[in-house]
């Protein structure tokens, strides 16, 4: 089971600020463990923010995403109290879905 | 000076600019770096899991670590970090946050030894409950004063052990603590070595553990950062959450004593 | 034992406050806890630590200075310790001098038993222009021979640096290089090299 | 997912149309779809190629930002932002990695064209900000130093 995600959402004049923080090791599959075996890859390949249904950023990642990904973008029309909600997806098929109210 | 002479010492001196320059536009982009890194610390997302095993009921008992006495008494969070380590009269010894831990888990929760210390630092795959319990109980003194005590004789010991252990140089390289940690403006490699004898870098140092490396990923606490200091050193493995590691980390912390804790922090 | 020993402690203490006359022995209550807290592992032994050598004794007493009669015992009998190189010849391959430099492993716990191991000159020197991520707990080495020559004198002086680094600095943060074998002849020979070639990039 | 789905799916990603997704309604909850020729592509030159990116212009309304060095190569900060009018599509790629692209992001109106996140380095390498807006391509780059870390290794 994937572990929550750290969502923070700000309104900051017209603009909500969003941070997020993943818990996820973006294993890159080209490392080996010290008994020389390839750790299998484990990544996450695509991650969406939704305001209200409407999505406000949508991205697609690559192995070379760093480990306990963050993120950090803008978007206008939100209101305080409104809710934020992000998904990842990874290529092992986990995924999760968390969300923030927007403060 | 004549025409050839001077031309050197021009070439002299633009070189010693060029080469004052690098340094210093070196150590300010790293700088920048851990700036640029400092938004959006993922050492909160071990503090979310270490509350919820803080308040985790677990087996054999079936009880949580809610009514653990970090030496404020049970179930006292807010505040205890800055405090440890203190002699504590149920033991009758001095101990430091992680080893008041293992501590807690045996007498509360029941584990066996064993099943405490398991897992003491994590790696990909393995993460470990001590690191999460332990980011989520310093991030409760954020904010706070460094006030820790040796007023009970044993808590004087602790201290004093902890310096000898400071100063002890062994081992095939001749290195103590005090070799890298003792003098100020040093650096190994581009990494700056807090002097831990002086009171404001002990102060920073102490105050910005435990932290997450990103180096390794993980939330690395202090027991963690003196093992990996020690394996530099060229010394053996400590046990972990043993009597001379928190004799070391008294000394640290008491050095560190009216700085303003301010972690789980991000570093390297 | 570690009970037996804190309990010791504790009544060392007890009689301590009554009578005032016998204080806790503090460095030997920190030996007892290496001994007994320690793990051996690899290359790093729990006997290695434990027996300290004069010269570590009197550094960990007297950390930052210490009689003058003592740093001159500590130089005298270090200088001792300095075995030039048998063939006579001083200076190898500064391109292996330069790897040597930039390697920090070797007798780490981490480390496997019977490695290669580094010199790490970089954690502390500025040697080179061209790697930027140098160390300053010693002084520079860039242009060594600029800064120094390359007398028969400095290539004796550098070597047992080197090989012995309080021969000249009682209680250096050096490692003591070849008397503690942490590296061999040939790889001083070839960190000789990288300070002393004149084709080393050092001189360049 | 089937394929044909998916293939209307990896044509919104590529066209990085936000007003196509919203015509499929409900579909928009799945997000772009990963491209794995794009992100398996071993140069820059490749993931570009795969990107779609044809012609580009070499843009200063284009930025990468971050530090000059990057004391850790695991983890890099790097913001890439773009001024130009419509901005609806940003990727991040890392010349010198075994694989260039790192991540895409799909960027719908209302959205700032300006996002921040941490990518792995193997070593100094040239960081590609490529945007796309009003289906023209802008390059933006900048060149990040990966240091060692400290004693031992």
């Known amino acids: ?103 | 000076m004549n025409v050839f002479s001077k031309i050197i010492f021009t070439i002299f001196v633009i070189q010693m600019n060029s080469y004052a320059f690098a340094e210093s536009s070196s150590t300010d982009e790293i700088s920048k770096y851990r700036e640029l890194l400092a938004d959006g610390n993922p050492a909160e997302l071990w503090e979310m899991r270490g509350e919820e095993l803080w308040k985790k009921k677990i087996a054999p008992k079936n009880v949580s670590l809610e009514q653990c006495d970090l030496g404020k008494g049970a179930g006292v969070v807010k505040g205890a970090y800055v405090e440890l380590p203190r002699y504590f009269s149920d033991v009758n010894k001095v101990m430091d946050l992680e080893q008041r831990l293992v501590y807690c888990r045996k007498t509360l929760q029941g584990l066996s030894h064993e099943q405490a210390v398991k897992v003491p630092f994590g790696s990909v795959g393995n993460s470990s409950d001590i690191e999460a319990l332990v980011a989520y109980i310093t991030s409760e003194s954020r904010g706070m004063k460094m006030n820790v005590s040796n007023k009970h004789p044993l808590e004087k010991d602790s201290y004093e052990i902890g310096k000898r252990f400071f100063f002890y140089r062994a081992g095939t390289h001749d290195f103590s603590c005090a070799t890298c940690h003792s003098a100020n403006k040093k650096r190994i490699r581009l990494q700056e070595l807090p002097n831990l004898l002086n009171k404001l870098d002990a102060q920073k140092t102490y105050t910005t553990w435990p932290a997450y490396r990103v180096s390794q990923g993980e939330v690395r606490s202090m027991q963690h950062r003196l093992s990996d200091c020690l394996r530099q050193q060229r010394f053996p493995e400590p046990v972990y959450a043993s009597d001379s590691m928190t004799a070391l980390i008294m000394f640290l912390a008491k050095n560190a004593d009216g700085g303003v804790y301010d972690a789980p922090a991000l570093k390297r | 034992m570690k009970k037996m020993l804190m309990g010791l402690l504790v009544s060392i203490i007890i009689t301590g406050c009554a009578t005032a006359a016998i204080k806790t022995d503090y460095g030997q209550t920190m030996l007892t806890l290496l001994k007994s807290e320690f793990i051996s592992k690899g290359p790093a032994t729990v006997e290695r630590v434990l027996s300290q050598d004069e010269v570590q004794k009197i550094c960990s007493k007297y950390p930052v200075e210490r009689p003058e009669k003592m740093a001159a015992l500590i130089q005298d009998s270090q200088m001792k310790t300095v075995k030039y190189p048998s063939d006579g010849i001083y200076i190898g391959d500064w391109k292996n001098g330069e790897k040597i430099a930039q390697n920090g492993r070797g007798f780490q716990s981490s480390d496997p038993l019977g490695g290669v191991n580094g010199g790490n000159c970089y954690a502390c020197h500025n040697i080179t222009k061209s790697e930027i991520s140098y160390g300053n707990i010693g002084p520079s080495l860039y242009n060594y021979v600029k800064a120094h020559g390359s007398s028969e004198q400095v290539i004796k002086y550098t070597w047992a640096k080197i090989y012995n680094s309080q021969a000249y600095t009682d209680c250096s943060s050096m490692p003591r290089f070849g008397h503690s074998g942490i590296l061999d002849e040939q790889q001083i020979k070839d960190v000789m090299a990288l300070l002393l070639d004149p084709a080393s990039p050092v001189n360049q | 997912m089937n394929q044909s789905r998916r293939d209307i799916l990896r044509m919104t990603s590529v066209l990085g149309l936000g007003l196509v997704g919203n015509l499929f309604g409900s579909l928009n909850v799945f997000g772009a779809e990963w491209m794995p020729k794009s992100f398996d592509a071993k140069n820059l030159a490749d993931a570009l190629k795969e990107l779609g990116v044809d012609k580009y212009t070499v843009s200063s309304d284009v930025a990468v930002v971050s530090a000059e060095i990057a004391e850790n190569g695991a983890v890099v900060p790097v913001s890439v932002s773009s001024v130009i009018p419509n901005t609806e599509y940003m990727a991040i790629l890392v010349e010198k990695n075994p694989s260039p692209l790192s991540a895409a992001f799909n960027i719908p109106e209302g959205t700032e064209a300006s996002v921040t996140t941490r990518v792995k380095m193997g070593g100094t390498s040239n960081v590609y900000a490529v945007v796309k807006a009003d289906g023209k391509w802008f390059l933006a780059s900048k060149e990040i130093k990966v240091t060692l870390g400290g004693c031992g290794g």
């Open chain 1, 1 to 103: 089971m994937a572990d929550p995600m750290r969502i923070r959402a700000v309104l900051n004049g017209d603009k909500v600020e969003v941070k997020v923080l993943i818990r996820h090791d973006m294993e890159t599959g080209l490392r080996k463990d010290q008994a020389g075996e390839i750790i299998p890859p484990h990544f996450i390949k695509t991650l969406i923010a939704q305001y209200e249904g409407k999505t406000v950023l949508d991205a697609v990642m690559g192995i070379s995403v760093s480990k306990d990904p963050f993120l950090h973008f803008k978007f206008k029309g939100g209101v305080k109290g409104g809710k934020l909600n992000v998904t990842w997806v990874d290529n092992l098929g986990d995924t999760r879905t968390d969300s923030a109210i927007i403060s």
